[in-house]
């Protein structure tokens, strides 16, 4: 380790805090589901994901001890009924688990891009191999097991072009013919079906098992957004006459028995509605077409809005742990005198 570079920064304060969240998390969530699992193929995979989850945990354990870094709480056996009946199906897990390899993909580019110290720089290098490793054994075994949904197809390029008119950016008047989406375009509005029908069935999944009447409301408002989002893209691809992809066969039981804690269940939520807004404002940037970006930025004031009420709810129960920041110098000086 480089001289003079030992003292942690608050980027990276902030990607080991969060780390460590976010896997307790993902170790809760494959516990219930490697117990209920019938597929030893994808077992095999829900426990190479659970193993590197927990491995991770002990990076981080270690760490904040040799650091005398206060480690989160996040998550642990207690917010897990493992004794619960089975609640997603295999080809469920197998698509949730590849999902979440994308996001952790993106968050760990993110926080080895925030750290300096070569130590935690080796681990989330380490970390990010890891998804990009799962992230391609999960999408190779949904291939082979025909279950996988790919994104539509275009016609390839035979030749360049440059956009010569403005009507290229048009698309809010509703009386003028838009232009036919382009492959990015498509790409982002497939990407954001596939996301918002796993986040759908994971509000469905959570809001009828919970025991809470708030939490069991919040969660079909979550079901209902999502759904929405979901027609809302596919009529975009549908007008440039491409059929959406269809969802694969990603089933929820009947099971209505207390699966996870309330607050593992508020944090889940919190976090695939963090990724989607960053999804959205991506898109947002990508997209040429006024009309799509106009969509995805009320889209993303809706799941910010969704998200605080989230909060609102997390904060009530004492379920939303604070981030660590800079000591409030007014209020000490205020107690002292």
């Not at 080991?16 to 597929?39: A, F, R």
């Not at 917010?79 to 698509?95: E, M």
């Not at 007008?239 to 593992?264: H, L, M, N, R």
């Amino acid at each position: 380790m480089s001289a003079g570079y030992n003292t942690l920064t608050s980027t990276e304060i902030t990607a080991l805090w969060t780390t460590y969240l976010n896997e307790s998390m993902v170790k809760s969530m494959l516990t219930h589901m490697l117990s209920n699992l019938d597929d030893q193929e994808i077992k095999a995979e829900v426990q190479q994901s659970y193993q590197m989850a927990q491995n991770n945990i002990n990076f981080l354990v270690e760490f904040f001890q040799q650091q005398g870094f206060a480690k989160p709480i996040g998550f642990s056996d207690e917010d897990v009924y493992t004794n619960a009946p089975k609640l997603y199906s295999d080809t469920f897990t197998l698509i949730y688990v590849n999902h979440m390899s994308k996001v952790a993909m993106l968050g760990y580019s993110g926080f080895l891009a925030m750290c300096f110290r070569e130590d935690i720089r080796l681990f989330f290098t380490k970390c990010l191999q890891g998804a990009a490793n799962l992230y391609n054994s999960t999408l190779e075994m949904a291939m082979s097991k025909g279950f996988f949904v790919q994104a539509p197809y275009i016609e390839v390029p035979e030749d360049n072009d440059f956009v010569d008119s403005k009507k290229y950016l048009r698309g809010l008047n509703p009386f003028s013919e838009k232009r036919p989406l382009n492959a990015v375009e498509i790409s982002h509005l497939y990407m954001n079906i596939q996301t918002n029908s796993i986040g759908n069935k994971l509000c469905l999944s959570f809001g009828q098992t919970s025991q809470n009447k708030e939490i069991q409301q919040y969660m079909l408002k979550g079901s209902e957004i999502s759904k929405k989002h979901v027609k809302i893209f596919t009529d975009k691809l549908s007008e440039s006459d491409i059929i959406a992809p269809g969802s694969p066969d990603v089933c929820v039981t009947e099971s209505t028995s207390q699966t996870y804690s309330d607050k593992f269940m508020m944090f889940q939520i919190s976090l695939l509605s963090a990724a989607g807004i960053g999804n959205y404002s991506a898109a947002a940037g990508a997209s040429q077409r006024a009309d799509l970006a106009v969509d995805y930025e009320r889209l993303s004031i809706e799941i910010a809005e969704y998200a605080k009420s989230g909060a609102d709810i997390m904060i009530k129960h004492n379920w939303l742990e604070q981030p660590p920041g800079l000591k409030d110098r007014k209020k000490l000086v205020t107690k002292k005198s």
